[in-house]
Structure formats: structure tokens, C-alpha cells
């Protein structure tokens, strides 16, 4: 018997769990001796002082990352947005959907970070694969994908040298 509601699609055309490359498998993330308000600050205030020339169009070009967007202005003034931001809650995250070919197209399911009190003067800061909501830090939703690790490793090791820290690299898969 053929389905009686037009909207459901049929069986063949069903959303599937994303594919195994898409598994969050690691988590990249940097410890940092400051209170999340100082954390906050310098990943925002300061983006374009940390963001890796690797994932920008034009290597002295200045980034901003923006409540409404994540933002290329060139030397010569060409303005380029290469994300729009869905979620900037401050001091818990920013989530941002990268337009493709971006970011050396990865992240095609957005990118998140993760701000995280861990005392009143240290936090850590988390980047994840996909779109993170404010306050829905699930454990199992944290992490990044083995096709967005080697963008995820090289964005968020800008800032850890900013910071004069380490980037911390674990392996979710064992756990």
C-alpha cells in the first residue's frame, strides 16, 4: 500500500547516520592558564593575529570572527565571508557553517568552539566538527572527524602558539 502522507519520504530516500569517516574520533583542544573570560577574549579579540595563513585566501589578510560571520578582509579591502555564524554564546561557543571550498573545505558540517571553565584561572578551549549548541556539549557530540583533523589540528595550533601553550590531541576511538 503506498504511503498516504506526500511528505515521507520514501525508504530509499531516508537521511543515514553520517559515514564512519565522519565519527568524531579526536579531541583537539588547548589548556590555558587563564580565566574563560580571558580565554574568550583572546580567541575573539584576536583571531586575526593567531588564524593559520594556511587557511586563508590571502596569507595577510585580516580574520574576524563575528556574531553574524566569519570574515576575510584582504589587503586590498576585498571582503570574503567564509562562514556565517549560527551560534556565538559568549564564553561557552562558537559555531560557525563554512561555506565550501573554505577553510581548505573542511568542516563541511560547520565547525565549533568550545570554551570550558575549568577554575576561576584556567580554561580550555575545543574545537569540534559540526554545529555545537550553547549548553549542548554532550560528550559524544564533541570531537573531530577524521577528515576534518588535519584543518582542526592546524586552526587550533595557531592559537595555542598564540597562547604560548600546547595543543592537546586525544584518540576518542579507544574509549
Same mark, same amino acid.
Given at each position: ?62 580574520? *574576524?570572527? =563575528? $556574531?553574524?560571520?566569519? +570574515?576575510? &578582509? %584582504? *589587503?586590498? =579591502? $576585498?571582503?570574503?565571508? +567564509?562562514? &556565517? %555564524? ?90
Amino acid at each position: 500500500m503506498e504511503n498516504l502522507f506526500s511528505h515521507v519520504p520514501a525508504p530509499s530516500e531516508t537521511a543515514t547516520p553520517a559515514a564512519s569517516s565522519n565519527t568524531l574520533q579526536t579531541a583537539v583542544y588547548v589548556q590555558l592558564d587563564l580565566s574563560l573570560e580571558e580565554s574568550w577574549l583572546a580567541f575573539t579579540e584576536y583571531t586575526h593575529l593567531w588564524w593559520p595563513h594556511q587557511l586563508k585566501r590571502d596569507g595577510e589578510s585580516y580574520i *574576524e570572527i =563575528g $556574531e553574524r560571520l566569519l +570574515l576575510e &578582509e %584582504t *589587503e586590498g =579591502g $576585498e571582503k570574503i565571508v +567564509l562562514g &556565517e %555564524t549560527q551560534y556565538f554564546a559568549t564564553q561557552d561557543v562558537i559555531a560557525v557553517q563554512t561555506h565550501p571550498g573554505e577553510l581548505n573545505d573542511a568542516f563541511k558540517s560547520g565547525v565549533s568552539f568550545v570554551f570550558e571553565k575549568e577554575s576561576e584561572k584556567s580554561s580550555t578551549v575545543e574545537i569540534c566538527s559540526g554545529l555545537i549548541k550553547p549548553r549542548d556539549l554532550a560528550d559524544l557530540e564533541l570531537g573531530v572527524s577524521a577528515e576534518d583533523l588535519g584543518a582542526a589540528q592546524l586552526l587550533l595550533s595557531g592559537f595555542a602558539r598564540f597562547m604560548k601553550t600546547t595543543l592537546i590531541v586525544e584518540d576518542l576511538s579507544s574509549n
